[in-house]
């Protein structure tokens, strides 16, 4: 059973930094790709970034210049690194990836992790 576990979400003060943390679990060969996504309340589920095993990357442009994607294939992990935090980042944030297994590939999204962004 393919799972992606999220961590390090939480309160920050604006212009702090948080490292999000996407784990992938169940016989993972390898990360094909990961997205991240955020949903802020009332609003809609908008791609914040997105990633592939080659290393190409692609922001939403609210988020350049502020936040970094990354995988690590040793580990069977993304990461979302988030610099100088605006209020407007708030937001639950899921990750979502396509990984490949020893039986199939599978397309997976997180739990979610809540980021919040207050003095």
């Known amino acids: 059973q393919v799972q992606l576990v999220e961590s390090g979400g939480g309160l920050v003060q604006p212009g702090g930094s948080l490292r999000l943390s996407c784990a992938a679990s169940?016989?993972?060969?390898?990360?094909?790709?990961m997205s991240w996504y955020r949903q802020a309340p009332g609003k809609q589920r908008d791609l914040v970034a997105t990633?592939?095993?080659?290393?190409?990357?692609n922001y939403a442009d609210s988020v350049k210049g502020r936040f970094t994607i990354s995988i690590d294939n040793t580990r069977n992990t993304g990461h979302l690194q988030m610099n100088s935090l605006k209020p407007e980042d708030t937001a639950v944030y899921y990750c979502?990836?396509?990984?490949?297994?020893?039986?199939?590939?599978?397309?997976?999204w997180g739990q979610g992790t809540q980021v919040t962004v207050s003095s």
């Open positions: 979502n990836a396509y990984v490949n297994t020893r039986l199939a590939p599978y397309n997976r």
């Open positions: 169940g016989s993972v060969l390898r990360i094909i790709w």
């Open positions: 990633i592939s095993s080659g290393g190409n990357t």
